[in-house]
């Protein structure tokens, strides 16, 4: 029989609502600190494919998932005067659907009721101030006065981590790519059914995401120093200068985007944990661990995945002393695809930048997007 736990997840993003939910309906007692006074201010949106909407699916809101967002098959490649040059079936996971698109607020607002109706407890303005590990259990004090003892801390708090400075000091800090991600919110081009990737010879690509029947995103990589950061007054100019080789449905969103309040920016960074996760009974998981570029429309998928694997492995506990073996058991399981995942996407944004590959990501290549949507549809 399985041991009921006491977890704290530090962060409230994605993956650490994922997992209080997976163990909050198990049984088990969850904390979540989040840093953040609210889950609302989570960007614009994102892609969940099939392999992430199996785990929605296993945690119970998958419907809730599809009603608040934009279920679509078809990867739609345009060159770049928007001509079709394919459109290409997407995999499934099971019986989830190929893939959804959904506002990042309307995902968070799904997971925190899921999470609660759970039994899970959501603190906000929270944060770490104090942790100490003496092998039984972990003293935990938190900014807001409270503390508490704890069976297992989950580092959930993304690709700055708090909690991975106090593991490993400033040895994994984020590793900036050279490159950045610039979005913009839209109403929703009628022939926009799914993701409508246009790339050629201009070493960019721009790409439009239904997200609601209503919305869409824009989206596109460029290369960019690491001290730039967009005019707060022109960014929708600037957007604009850096896709006007573009013609089609890019340029058709484009002429939509009029407000620079409206853009998104941010630096496509990574970090790579090398040394085990889980140091005693604190353990990272997702962007704390293993943050990677978005190429394979991954990131998240890799954090819901480490979330329900978490909780499966600790279905093997039948005493608090067996957790440092099921996080042991747990990271057998996901490193290995993680890095896989990380490294690929790394590789396709070098390839599609016109950056030169390393022998290793050249065989990484071949695969090939279509290839790793087929892999990642796979049980993990």
């Known amino acids: 029989m399985t041991s009921s736990l006491r977890v704290l997840i530090h962060g409230g993003g994605i993956g650490g609502l994922t997992l209080a939910t997976a163990l909050a309906r198990r049984g088990h007692r969850v904390?979540?600190?989040?840093?953040?006074?609210?889950?609302?201010?989570?960007?614009?949106?994102?892609?969940?494919?099939?392999?992430?909407?199996?785990?929605?699916?296993?945690?119970?809101?998958?419907?809730?998932?599809?009603?608040a967002g934009f279920a679509w098959e078809v990867l739609t490649i345009c060159d770049p005067a928007g001509a079709t040059l394919a459109e290409i079936p997407q995999p499934r996971m099971g019986d989830a659907p190929a893939n959804n698109g959904i506002p990042r607020p309307a995902l968070a607002r799904v997971l925190s009721a899921a999470a609660t109706e759970a039994g899970a407890s959501i603190r906000f303005s929270t944060t770490i101030t104090g942790l100490t590990d003496d092998g039984e259990g972990v003293d935990v004090t938190l900014s807001d006065g409270r503390s508490g003892r704890y069976d297992l801390v989950v580092g959930f708090d993304g690709i700055g981590s708090p909690l991975r400075g106090r593991l490993y000091?400033?040895?994994?800090?984020?590793?900036?790519?050279?490159?950045?991600?610039?979005?913009?919110?839209?109403?929703?081009?009628?022939?926009?059914?799914?993701?409508?990737?246009?790339?050629?010879?201009?070493?960019?690509?721009?790409?439009?995401?239904?997200?609601?029947?209503?919305?869409?995103?824009?989206g596109s990589v460029f290369a960019e120093a690491e001290d730039f950061r967009p005019d707060v007054d022109r960014a929708h100019e600037?957007?604009?200068?850096?896709?006007?080789?573009?013609?089609?449905?890019?340029?058709?969103?484009?002429?939509?985007?009029?407000?620079?309040?409206?853009?998104?920016?941010?630096?496509?960074?990574?970090?790579?944990?090398?040394?085990?996760?889980?140091?005693?009974?604190?353990?990272?998981?997702?962007?704390?661990?293993?943050?990677?570029?978005?190429?394979?429309?991954?990131?998240?998928?890799?954090?819901?995945?480490?979330?329900?694997?978490?909780?499966?492995?600790?279905?093997?506990?039948?005493?608090?002393?067996?957790?440092?073996?099921?996080?042991?058991?747990?990271?057998?399981?996901?490193?290995?695809?993680?890095?896989?995942?990380?490294?690929?996407?790394r590789a396709v944004l070098k390839q599609e930048t016109g950056t030169p590959t390393t022998p290793e990501e050249d065989e990484l290549l071949k695969v090939g997007i279509p290839g790793a949507a087929h892999v990642l549809v796979q049980p993990y």
């Not at 953040?36 to 199996?54: F, K, M, Y």
């Open 31 to 67: 904390d979540v600190a989040e840093l953040r006074d609210e889950l609302e201010a989570l960007g614009v949106g994102i892609i969940q494919p099939s392999n992430a909407l199996h785990v929605m699916r296993e945690i119970g809101v998958l419907d809730a998932c599809l009603a």
């Open 169 to 218: 000091g400033d040895t994994y800090t984020p590793e900036y790519t050279g490159f950045a991600n610039w979005r913009v919110t839209l109403p929703r081009l009628p022939e926009v059914q799914g993701v409508v990737m246009s790339a050629g010879n201009l070493r960019a690509k721009a790409l439009l995401t239904p997200i609601t029947d209503e919305l869409m995103y824009l």
């Open 238 to 345: 600037q957007l604009a200068a850096r896709l006007a080789g573009f013609g089609g449905p890019i340029a058709e969103a484009l002429a939509q985007v009029t407000d620079p309040a409206a853009v998104v920016y941010s630096r496509i960074s990574q970090v790579t944990v090398e040394e085990p996760w889980h140091v005693g009974r604190v353990v990272l998981a997702g962007d704390a661990a293993h943050a990677s570029t978005p190429h394979l429309a991954q990131g998240a998928a890799m954090a819901v995945e480490d979330a329900l694997v978490l909780a499966e492995s600790l279905d093997a506990v039948t005493a608090p002393g067996e957790v440092a073996a099921a996080l042991a058991a747990w990271e057998e399981r996901r490193r290995p695809r993680a890095m896989w995942v990380q490294a690929l996407s």
